[in-house]
């Protein structure tokens, strides 16, 4: 075997990569421009510069979605930067259950808060041909790549993006419509425990989309507030939750007057996607 593509496996595996191999073959892909399963060795004095150059990003833990300029995220491939946060598995158990949803309520009209790189929204809409949206993000660079993605995955012409921070009084007036479904993935992580997480997340991921507050909860409670408003009556909201958050997640929307229907567990066993349902009589509007 070649004797370049160990030494990158050698040195991926010294800094506790897990898959070591995979990697060492999608940086020398990269370093080449070719595809994974089309890599040919030995590699030039060139293309060895450039796979090195690449390495040391990764053995400084910069996550390899972000030094390879994409990542997958259930069935499409989405570009993403230090802009956004990286998709990640967990979250798509929040698509396949609005995507369940919307198939038995078509047509739809769907909000996405937080959008980022758009993958929750657009992974939607790629299967939901009679569904439209809207994604919001306070950072016009994550709507850029989100707007990137929406084009390369086919479902520019049914999603409007719109930059506003969910905290501002006139968040509800700026987007001045009603929706049949909610999804988001806000920030949940509670302040003080950034500093304790992966270097590949609190070192790469934006800040913004990690920091939920003292207790992780801030996001959720403003969101409980805005669904009020930007719900319809009858209509779904899907959250994504962080580990052991799931119940007071529910609480915070019950209090608000919707009903808890479901909490979904991932594929380790976490209570990680909470459904709610916002009923068909009026919920008092208060709290914007």
Not at 48 to 63: G, I, S, T, V
Not at 67 to 75: C, D, Q, S, T
Not at 94 to 114: C, F, H, T
Not at 256 to 283: M, N, T, W, Y
């Amino acid at each position: 075997m070649d004797e370049f593509y160990q030494e990158l496996i050698r040195k991926l595996s010294g800094v506790g990569i897990n898959s070591p191999r995979l990697e060492a073959r999608l940086i020398c892909a990269q370093a080449t421009k070719s595809e994974p399963s089309q890599l040919t060795f030995p590699l030039t004095p060139q293309q060895k510069a450039e796979a090195l150059k690449l390495l040391q990003q990764r053995l400084n833990h910069k996550p390899l979605d972000k030094i390879l300029g994409h990542r997958e995220f259930y069935k499409s491939d989405f570009l993403v930067d230090e802009n956004v946060l990286s998709p990640r598995p967990d979250t798509e158990i929040l698509v396949e259950e609005a995507i369940r949803l919307v198939e038995q309520n078509q047509p739809i009209r769907i909000l996405d808060l937080g959008t980022g790189s758009g993958c929750i929204i657009e992974s939607i809409l790629a299967e939901c041909p009679n569904a439209v949206g809207v994604g919001v993000d306070i950072s016009p660079k994550s709507l850029l790549m989100a707007q990137k993605n929406a084009e390369q995955i086919g479902v520019s012409t049914r999603l409007k993006f719109i930059q506003a921070d969910w905290f501002d009084r006139s968040f509800v007036q700026k987007t001045a419509q009603t929706f049949d479904l909610i999804v988001s993935n806000p920030p949940y992580i509670p302040t003080g425990d950034i500093q304790g997480l992966d270097p590949e997340v609190k070192n790469y991921d934006p800040y913004i989309a990690l920091d939920g507050g003292a207790d992780g909860l801030d996001s959720y409670r403003r969101i409980a507030e805005l669904s009020v408003h930007l719900l319809k009556a009858g209509g779904y909201i899907l959250l994504e939750a962080g580990i052991g958050q799931a119940l007071d997640i529910a609480g915070i929307f019950q209090r608000q007057g919707f009903v808890l229907k479901q909490i979904v567990q991932d594929l380790s066993h976490i209570e990680r996607c909470v459904i709610l349902q916002k009923p068909v009589a009026e919920i008092k509007k208060d709290g914007i």
